[in-house]
């Protein structure tokens, strides 16, 4: 499991035009009737092609096929290729014909997109490799929401592209305490962060401001911040 980091935006702008940014960013509802306060897809849309498997047999199938790409010369492969030949020669039949399926399909994204699927594609473009989930709104102008791994300055740049006259208040701040932390300003499609030094004072103070009631469980001593004990 990743850690989940939890991500406050706050929409500077009057309730006409939050209301404006909240239509644009509401995705479907869930099954169970959860709403959905923002979806990436609505900032930056994934191409529909990359949403397929990701796995280690596609992966192998991929390698294999770049490698058949290089036949004779496969003195030209890394040891990592030639152990993707190896084992795919070793595979059962059925087992190697999904792999270079897939793999085939991977190379095709990659030509088409950049990525061989939907996982390389959310973490080079939306900065995480799952969509926000634990959302929230708070009124009149919060969302609320988690991601894995990282903050999404990013997206939060380009939302602001598309709503240049807003000013979005953006800071995130992991579930390990302290670290993982950054706090900035992003208006017309320019995005001003502050990314402190995991541990340093300035690191937990934007954790208890993403994560208000975790400061009574912190003291500011001469070495930082420590649990009180």
């Known amino acids: 499991m990743p850690n989940h980091v939890t991500n406050r935006l706050e929409i500077n702008a009057?309730?006409?035009?939050?209301?404006?940014?909240?239509?644009?960013?509401?995705?479907?509802?869930?099954?169970?009737?959860?709403?959905?306060?923002i979806d990436f897809n609505n900032i930056i849309p994934m191409p529909?092609?990359?949403?397929?498997?990701?796995?280690?047999?596609?992966?192998?199938?991929?390698?294999?096929?770049?490698?058949?790409?290089?036949?004779?010369f496969y003195f030209l492969l890394d040891d990592d290729d030639l152990r993707a030949v190896q084992w795919m020669r070793g595979l059962a039949e059925k087992d190697r014909q999904e792999a270079l399926q897939l793999g085939e399909t991977y190379l095709e994204n990659r030509k088409k997109y950049g990525y061989p699927t939907w996982y390389e594609w959310s973490i080079s473009t939306w900065g995480t490799k799952w969509?926000?989930?634990?959302?929230?709104?708070?009124?009149?102008?919060?969302?609320?929401?988690d991601t894995a791994w990282n903050g999404v300055p990013l997206l939060i740049q380009k939302l602001s592209e598309i709503f240049p006259d807003v000013e979005f208040h953006y800071a995130y701040a992991d579930e390990d305490l302290g670290f993982n932390t950054g706090r900035g300003t992003a208006r017309n499609g320019e995005i001003n962060m502050t990314i402190p030094e995991g541990g340093s004072n300035e690191a937990f103070e934007i954790m208890f401001f993403v994560k208000p009631g975790m400061d009574e469980y912190f003291e500011l001593t001469d070495e930082g911040y420590k649990w009180v004990s």
Request: aromatic share 10%.
């Open 48 to 72: 529909e092609e990359l949403l397929i498997e990701k796995s280690s047999s596609g992966d192998l199938g991929m390698k294999y096929l770049k490698a058949m790409q290089l036949k004779p």
């Open 14 to 37: 009057d309730r006409e035009t939050v209301q404006k940014v909240m239509n644009f960013l509401k995705g479907k509802t869930d099954d169970d009737n959860t709403p959905c306060y």
């Open 131 to 145: 969509n926000a989930y634990h959302q929230d709104f708070e009124e009149p102008n919060i969302l609320w929401f």
